[in-house]
T-cell receptor, first 109, second 117 residues
């Protein structure tokens, strides 16, 4: 499965959009991109996943570049409760997901 | 629905003691997982079970055993606890089916905080 690269940390002002990048330049055609987040001391929470097309749900939007080598998770109006570690994972579904260290997002009032 | 439940929430052991962490899910999921998370680190997969009656090693299986008791329950046993096993342990479940691939949306329990002295 594709190795993903994320910045270790980011800040975002409360009420602004948080754009979290992820590079997955070795991703293959059948690999999905998953995003999870982990709020302090809690179990990780699924956010969204996509294959080729952009996806949106009640939590976030996922924008995947046309060449599929990178993606961006967008939280449209970040709140203090969105402060968490965000994990980007590439997986074909043949093996379990592998969680890296993710991006620590701090939403600042 | 309770989702994924884990017991106990906290545990302190002495080196050499044994214990079993319990996990249950009520979502009729095929797959279940055990992860550990050390301070400042991401999650590392210990063992997983892609279907009832099967278990497979993950990234860090040494020092642990697992049992998929039935479709609902997946337990993790430490036979002889060591200080290096001090960690937060998370159980998860998903509808992922290894042989057919597909998506793997995992649902996590609240975690067990284990300290080994």
């Amino acid at each position: 499965d594709a190795k993903t690269t994320q910045p270790p940390s980011m800040d975002c002002a409360e009420g602004r959009a948080a754009n979290l990048p992820c590079n997955h330049s070795t991703i293959s055609g059948n690999e999905y991109v998953y995003w999870y987040r982990q709020i302090h001391s809690q179990g990780p929470q699924y956010i969204i996943h996509g294959l080729k097309n952009n996806e949106t749900n009640e939590m976030a939007s996922l924008i995947i570049t046309e060449d599929r080598k990178s993606s961006t998770l967008i939280l449209p109006h970040a709140t203090l409760r969105d402060t968490a570690v965000y994990y980007c994972i590439g997986s074909s579904g043949n093996t379990p997901l592998v969680f890296g260290k993710g991006t620590r997002l701090s939403v600042i009032a | 629905n309770a989702g994924v439940t884990q017991t106990p929430k906290f545990q302190v052991l002495k080196t050499g003691q044994s214990m079993t962490l319990q996990c249950a899910q009520d979502m009729n999921h095929n797959s279940m997982y055990w992860y550990r998370q050390d301070p400042g680190m991401g999650l590392r997969l210990i063992y997983y079970s892609a279907s009832e009656g099967t278990t497979d090693k993950g990234e860090v299986p040494n020092g642990y055993n697992v049992s998929r008791l039935n479709k609902r329950e997946f337990s993790l046993r430490l036979e002889s606890a060591a200080p290096s096993q001090t960690s937060v342990y998370f159980c998860a479940s998903s509808d992922w089916a290894m042989l057919s691939g597909g998506t793997d949306t995992q649902y996590f329990g609240p975690g067990t905080r284990l300290t080994v002295l």
